[in-house]
């Protein structure tokens, strides 16, 4: 007998091992995520967050954590900044400053602005006798970073309590799921919980995409049937986020319908559909700023019918065409508030006019 208690006490400590360690890791999905206390920021080691709570908080994020914005411009940099270099290089004559315009045009600025800019710059150059190129290059810094809007909150919205609720809207292709899926892992990674809503019904496979993005961040995805009322899903969705106590609801749209309602009424449904539950804290135009001016056009149209009230500028890492930039906020009136610089995760800043324009022309 004494022979089998300690095989039996062996076997019986194996059991409890396992046992323990099955527990322990079932356990662990469903323990509480640790939140931060609000305005606490969680970051990531290689990224500063894109949102932020206030425009403190964005000014405080560490510059050095990643390639600098400059590099991350890519051809926009290069274009602006190199051919102004070239203009400017070959010394200070009347056809300097037709070729800062033609470089200001070229950039997508726009003909109007472009010229105001120049005439500008000329004016306060022979003011102040500059003839020298760095002198030129700081005061055109001045001088478009003085068109943005100073007095614009450029910090995403929160609501006072859950759920924010962040609607985007755009042109198909412009970027819209890609910048959603970016901003989730951006929050995740700030302890915030979120919910999407795929209200891009329209698309095949449209809500596989948002999911994958989902679970790349433990998102919670909320989503129809294809072809189902994006208003339902948006519903749906409130309803979820606001039962649940999720930080911030995201809601994907469709850029274009195959059915005959007009996207920009399907789109005021859905705002209104959130509106009667509770609050949109931004509705996000997204605009690819590879379109350039054309792109102007089509963001009129959504920025008359939903009620923007930020901008996110995608696919500044692809154009030559940064100016556009200034063109969307004097054209528009409405801020910029982030923009897109890669197809990665971690690809998408804050924006501030300063360090976009000293990027720019750098
Ligand atoms: N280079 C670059 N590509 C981007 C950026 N943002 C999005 N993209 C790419 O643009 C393409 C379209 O992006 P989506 O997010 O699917 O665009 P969407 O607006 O949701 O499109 P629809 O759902 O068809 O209306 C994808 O190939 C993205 O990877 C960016 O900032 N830079
Ligand atoms: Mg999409």
Same mark, same amino acid.
């Given at each position: 007998?004494?022979?089998?208690?300690?095989?039996?006490?062996?076997?019986?400590?194996?059991?409890?091992?396992?046992?323990?360690?099955?527990?322990?890791?079932?356990?662990?999905?469903?323990?509480?995520?640790?939140?931060?206390?609000?305005?606490?920021?969680?970051?990531?080691?290689?990224?500063?967050?894109?949102?932020?709570? #206030?425009?403190?908080?964005?000014?405080?994020?560490?510059?050095?954590?990643?390639?600098?914005?400059?590099?991350?411009?890519?051809?926009?940099?290069?274009?602006?900044?190199?051919?102004?270099?070239?203009?400017?290089?070959?010394?200070?004559?009347?056809?300097?400053?037709?070729?800062?315009?033609?470089?200001?045009?070229?950039?997508?600025?726009?003909?109007?602005?472009?010229?105001?800019?120049?005439?500008?710059?000329?004016?306060?150059?022979?003011?102040?006798?500059?003839?020298? =190129?760095?002198?030129?290059?700081?005061?055109?810094?001045?001088?478009?970073?003085?068109?943005?809007?100073?007095?614009?909150?450029?910090?995403?919205?929160?609501?006072?309590?859950?759920?924010?609720?962040?609607?985007?809207?755009?042109?198909? $292709?412009?970027?819209?799921?890609?910048?959603?899926?970016?901003?989730?892992?951006?929050?995740?990674?700030?302890?915030?919980?979120?919910?999407?809503?795929?209200?891009?019904?329209?698309? =095949?496979?449209?809500?596989?995409?948002?999911?994958?993005?989902?679970?790349?961040?433990?998102?919670?995805?909320?989503?129809?049937?294809?072809?189902?009322?994006?208003?339902? /899903?948006?519903?749906?969705?409130?309803?979820?986020?606001? =039962?649940?106590?999720?930080?911030?609801?995201?809601?994907?749209?469709?850029?274009?319908?195959?059915?005959?309602?007009?996207?920009?009424?399907?789109?005021?449904?859905?705002?209104?559909?959130?509106?009667?539950?509770?609050?949109?804290?931004?509705?996000?135009?997204?605009?690819?700023?590879?379109? $350039?001016?054309?792109?102007?056009?089509?963001?009129?149209?959504?920025?008359? #019918? /939903?009620?923007?009230?930020? /901008? =996110?500028?995608?696919?500044?890492?692809?154009?030559?065409?940064?100016?556009?930039?200034?063109?969307?906020?004097?054209?528009?009136?409405?801020?910029?508030?982030?923009?897109?610089?890669?197809?990665?995760?971690?690809?998408?800043?804050?924006?501030?006019?300063?360090?976009?324009?000293?990027?720019?022309? #750098?």
């Amino acid at each position: 007998m004494s022979d089998l208690i300690i095989p039996l006490i062996a076997v019986l400590f194996v059991v409890a091992l396992v046992a323990g360690l099955v527990i322990g890791t079932r356990r662990r999905p469903s323990a509480p995520a640790q939140r931060p206390a609000r305005g606490a920021r969680v970051t990531r080691p290689q990224s500063p967050p894109v949102v932020t709570e #206030s425009p403190r908080e964005q000014a405080a994020a560490p510059a050095e954590a990643r390639p600098s914005l400059r590099d991350r411009l890519g051809k926009s940099r290069r274009f602006f900044g190199d051919r102004l270099a070239e203009t400017l290089g070959g010394g200070l004559d009347e056809d300097t400053w037709d070729d800062i315009e033609a470089v200001l045009i070229q950039a997508d600025i726009g003909v109007a602005t472009a010229r105001r800019i120049t005439e500008d710059l000329r004016a306060r150059a022979r003011e102040r006798r500059l003839g020298d =190129a760095a002198e030129i290059r700081a005061l055109l810094a001045d001088e478009l970073v003085s068109l943005f809007d100073a007095t614009h909150d450029r910090a995403l919205a929160f609501g006072p309590e859950p759920p924010t609720v962040w609607l985007v809207v755009g042109v198909n $292709g412009t970027g819209k799921t890609t910048t959603i899926g970016k901003l989730t892992s951006d929050l995740a990674h700030r302890g915030r919980t979120v919910a999407l809503a795929a209200g891009d019904t329209f698309r =095949a496979a449209a809500d596989e995409q948002l999911g994958i993005w989902a679970e790349r961040s433990g998102a919670t995805l909320i989503k129809h049937q294809p072809g189902a009322d994006p208003g339902a /899903v948006a519903f749906d969705a409130y309803a979820h986020a606001k =039962a649940r106590g999720i930080d911030v609801l995201l809601v994907d749209t469709a850029g274009r319908l195959h059915t005959k309602t007009p996207l920009m009424d399907e789109l005021g449904k859905v705002r209104r559909v959130i509106e009667r539950q509770g609050q949109v804290h931004e509705a996000l135009l997204v605009i690819d700023a590879t379109a $350039g001016q054309n792109g102007l056009v089509q963001a009129r149209e959504f920025a008359d #019918s /939903v009620g923007v009230t930020g /901008v =996110a500028l995608t696919k500044l890492d692809g154009t030559a065409k940064g100016g556009i930039a200034l063109a969307i906020e004097t054209t528009l009136g409405i801020p910029i508030k982030i923009i897109g610089v890669g197809e990665g995760i971690d690809d998408l800043e804050p924006f501030d006019p300063k360090t976009f324009v000293d990027a720019l022309l #750098s």
